[in-house]
């Protein structure tokens, strides 16, 4: 059916305004400074994705000649006009307050300067630095009009180079600034003053080095930034191995069409249209005029000068009361279930798990799924060890986690050469679950462990990404995490889940059918409602039932990170939902479904969020949970989060992100969850 605009918040416009919040943390002066410009580097990123990706692909839907009104509640043409208004204007205001945050970073005696503010104390270190850190590995493309100009890359951003020639002619060229160069140059301090000189600036100082050859009575320097189309498509090769076919195509897509076209906006028209001209930049791409610097994601590291006082305060992550790292980790699940909530306690608790199932005689065989591994991961390490030590491991790997493709197919080379059985998930689906299920031998019987997460198994994003871990030993939900895994082994079969709910087979039905108990509950006058927290909400299907629940008279309170298509608080239709949405400090991403039940609470946590993708095209699961005091923990997380009146924002069908403001105590929920946390092991 058609989306009405009045039903729906278009998914685009709705991730728009997620980053938009993104932004908001940018602007707060109430975070910390330094934290500040990593948020800008945040919001920037997520940009480059999303033109990558969404932008890219609306713009697939337009040029193969489809309205995409059905799909996207616009035409195709008039939403991407409308996004490249709306990010031109994002990113004016994203200039406007990266200029207030460096007239405050001066106030604290840190000043970024430019090549005209350079003195000659720094000149003879920015000579030096040039000639040994960036001068070898500087890439200087020359333009002519008779050869055609190299594929760039989205990955980097370029300094576009004019100069005016003594016989009056005109000579072009490109510099690249690679990611692996550090954007930002920490010069010498003096006194209590500190100086950084970002790369660009730099090389804008160094220009007469770089182009020595040339004679030019003129020479400038303005930046300019491609993004290109970041699907994969994969070719039909069937002599490929699954894993050549997705190197080939993370390969392809850095020649991928140009989505999005970002100059300085003080360029010289001539030099523009000579650019775009040579990249083929068209009408359907997204030109954006911009600032001085680009790649704005870069400040994400911007360098904190050892200065704590403009960084959140460091936390030291807790331990689960009752579970310990020094001894037996089986043990412990053996007697009872457990909860880990990172960051705020420590991811320690997964590697030790697998870890001490690599050196257990009694474990026989490991299986786990991997979605997004660290850089240098520990989980790996431990799958390896435990594979040298006889135990038969399965690792199932999703090898198109996006824009991570290279990295897991690097450590499924590895592990595959180390004797892992490695299973790439299943044909049309991605595998986004995150459990892991383990069988130890115990006087002749098999005893299964395992956990089950909301979560990557990565020790990087652990540190900042909120996820629940549950380490149990529930023979039950184990029986069905197993068959989870026999269905990547013969996934013609369709198995039936007494336990977890599982995509792309179960889970509209079964949360249909949790959602309709609520509904059913609540005409018979008993109490019914529904608190839901997630990351996105974009499947209409599920939207709609929502609205029959609110329709009903059932109450409905949601935490939502991103996209939210649904749209609240309107009378007739949604009166009985509120949303909001967190951004803070630490990345929100716990999914937990709770339902009323007559009082007899249902509670689960999951990996899936209430998009189509997760519903429909992964294999998600959702795992209940049993243990009282572990559903009353997790209640109590949804209310700590709900109470949020500090860093909540009201989705509304306004769209304009404005602070949620309720109640004299001021309650910023991931500070107060650390203190709930703190408490718990004091009682």
Not at 20 to 40: G, H, M, N, T, W
Not at 421 to 450: A, M, P, Q, T, W
Not at 655 to 676: E, P, W
């Amino acid at each position: 059916m058609t989306k009405d605009k009045n039903t729906y918040t278009n998914r685009e416009l709705s991730w728009l305004k997620f980053n938009e919040r993104v932004l908001q943390e940018a602007a707060d002066e109430s975070v910390p400074l330094i934290e500040r410009f990593r948020f800008l580097g945040i919001f920037s990123n997520n940009l480059d994705e999303f033109f990558k990706v969404r932008y890219a692909t609306i713009k697939r839907i337009d040029e193969a000649g489809k309205g995409g009104k059905s799909e996207l509640g616009i035409k195709a043409s008039d939403l991407l006009d409308l996004i490249t208004q709306i990010v031109i204007t994002q990113q004016s205001s994203s200039l406007d307050i990266l200029s207030n945050m460096q007239h405050k970073l001066e106030e604290k005696n840190i000043y970024i300067i430019d090549e005209t503010q350079v003195d000659e104390d720094q000149h003879d270190f920015i000579k030096n630095y040039f000639i040994q850190q960036v001068s070898p590995a500087l890439v200087t493309i020359i333009l002519n009009e008779m050869l055609e100009l190299p594929h760039l890359k989205d990955s980097a951003a370029y300094l576009a180079v004019k100069m005016e020639l003594t016989n009056e002619e005109k000579q072009f060229a490109l510099i690249e600034i690679t990611k692996s160069m550090d954007r930002f140059v920490v010069l010498p301090s003096k006194g209590d003053k500190s100086y950084i000189m970002i790369l660009d600036d730099l090389l804008r100082y160094c220009l007469d080095d770089i182009f020595n050859i040339f004679n030019y009575t003129s020479i400038t320097a303005n930046m300019i930034k491609i993004t290109r189309d970041g699907e994969l498509d994969f070719d039909s090769d069937l002599s490929k191995s699954f894993i050549d076919k997705i190197s080939d195509s993370v390969k392809d897509r850095q020649i991928g069409d140009p989505v999005r076209f970002v100059y300085d906006k003080t360029i010289d028209d001539e030099t523009l249209e000579y650019l775009m001209s040579k990249m083929g930049i068209d009408s359907k791409d997204s030109v954006i005029p911009g600032g001085r610097y680009h790649n704005r994601r870069d400040y994400m590291g911007f360098p904190s000068l050892g200065r704590t006082d403009l960084l959140y305060d460091r936390i030291d992550p807790l331990k689960v009361k009752g579970l310990s790292i020094e001894s037996s980790i089986f043990t412990s699940i053996s007697a009872k279930d457990y909860m880990l909530h990172t960051p705020y306690q420590t991811f320690s608790y997964v590697v030790k798990f697998l870890r001490e199932a690599a050196l257990d005689p009694q474990v026989k065989t490991i299986k786990i799924t991997i979605y997004r591994l660290a850089q240098i991961s520990h989980i790996a390490s431990s799958l390896i060890n435990a594979a040298k030590n006889g135990k038969k491991v399965t690792v199932v790997i999703e090898l198109r986690a996006r824009f991570d493709e290279q990295a897991n197919i690097d450590y499924a080379e590895q592990m595959q050469d180390e004797g892992i059985n490695l299973l790439f998930g299943v044909s049309g689906l991605k595998v986004h679950s995150k459990i892991c299920v383990i069988e130890r031998d115990e006087e002749d019987i098999i005893k299964r462990y395992g956990f089950i997460s909301t979560g990557n198994f990565n020790e990087s994003t652990a540190k900042i990404y909120t996820d629940f871990t549950l380490f149990t030993a529930n023979q039950k939900i184990l029986k069905d995490i197993n068959k989870v895994f026999s269905f990547f082994d013969t996934n013609y079969r369709i198995h039936r889940y007494k336990h977890i709910i599982t995509s792309p087979h179960y889970t509209k039905s079964k949360l249909f059918a949790l959602i309709d108990t609520e509904i059913d509950n609540v005409k018979k006058g008993r109490p019914a409602f529904i608190k839901l927290k997630l990351n996105s909400i974009s499947s209409y299907k599920m939207v709609d039932k929502l609205y029959e629940a609110s329709r009903a008279g059932v109450k409905i309170q949601m935490i939502v990170r991103g996209i939210c298509c649904l749209i609240p608080g309107i009378k007739g239709m949604s009166e009985n939902i509120e949303v909001i949405s967190v951004i803070d400090k630490f990345l929100e991403h716990t999914r937990l479904y709770v339902f009323c039940n007559n009082n007899d609470t249902k509670v689960y946590i999951s990996s899936a969020d209430w998009m189509t993708r997760n519903i429909e095209n992964r294999v998600e699961v959702s795992c209940p949970i049993y243990q009282e005091d572990i559903k009353q923990e997790l209640l109590d997380v949804f209310d700590i989060c709900w109470s949020d009146n500090v860093k909540a924002r009201v989705i509304d069908e306004h769209h304009t992100n404005d602070y949620r403001q309720n109640g004299n105590k001021k309650v910023r929920a991931q500070f107060a969850l650390y203190d709930y946390f703190k408490e718990k092991l004091n009682t």
